[in-house]
């Protein structure tokens, strides 16, 4: 009998069975977050995202209301965006989030589609509005600290403004991005 035990234990070439290590369990799956410069903005922005495909692909959903004009005009801004983010460490990473958390770098590509309405307020009409259509691709770094995350993130792209009845011209311009998020993942 001792020798069935011994024969167990040096199988694999020799050496005593190894025991195979815990595997961790999945980190958060998703995120909800605010951008806080919308906030200085006069508005709200806020973000939901979802993994996709651990290890490599996410979407963020967002939703923003602003109110920027002041004076004899008042506005109103409401955009919605879509941001597939790819996750650059494409490996089985482990951190004490669990294994293949959304966080380090990752590449996106983001589309913005705002209405703005304009209102004279002197002379209590609606002035006008617009649509506006942006497309950045982008580059970013997810901390976390807990569940907490933390994302600035870096983009170049264009944007195109639109009179919905065609009295001005469209305007697509070059714009640079830098935003960040504050939420938490779980």
Not at 35 to 57: D, K, M, T
Not at 113 to 141: C, E, F, K, Q, Y
Not at 174 to 182: G, I, L, P, S
Request: charged share 15%.
């Amino acid at each position: 009998m001792l020798v069935f035990c011994g024969a167990g234990l040096f199988a694999s070439n020799g050496h005593p069975a190894e025991k195979p290590e815990p595997k961790l369990e999945p980190g958060p799956r998703n995120a909800l977050s605010v951008h806080p410069f919308s906030i200085s903005s006069h508005g709200l922005a806020v973000q939901y995202e979802n993994y996709l495909f651990p290890r490599h692909w996410s979407l963020a959903t967002g939703l923003g209301f602003r109110s920027s004009s002041r004076g004899d005009y008042s506005s109103w801004v409401t955009s919605v965006g879509f941001e597939p983010r790819y996750w650059l460490w494409g490996t089985d990473r482990s951190t004490t989030l669990g294994a293949d958390a959304m966080v380090g770098p990752f590449a996106s590509v983001r589309l913005d589609v705002s209405w703005m309405s304009m209102t004279d307020t002197r002379n209590d009409r609606w002035a006008g509005g617009n649509v506006g259509v942006s497309a950045v691709a982008g580059i970013g770094w997810r901390f976390a600290v807990g569940q907490v995350e933390l994302s600035p993130s870096f983009g170049l792209g264009t944007r195109s403004d639109f009179d919905p009845r065609g009295r001005l011209a469209p305007w697509t311009r070059a714009v640079v991005r830098f935003d960040w998020t504050v939420g938490y993942m779980f």
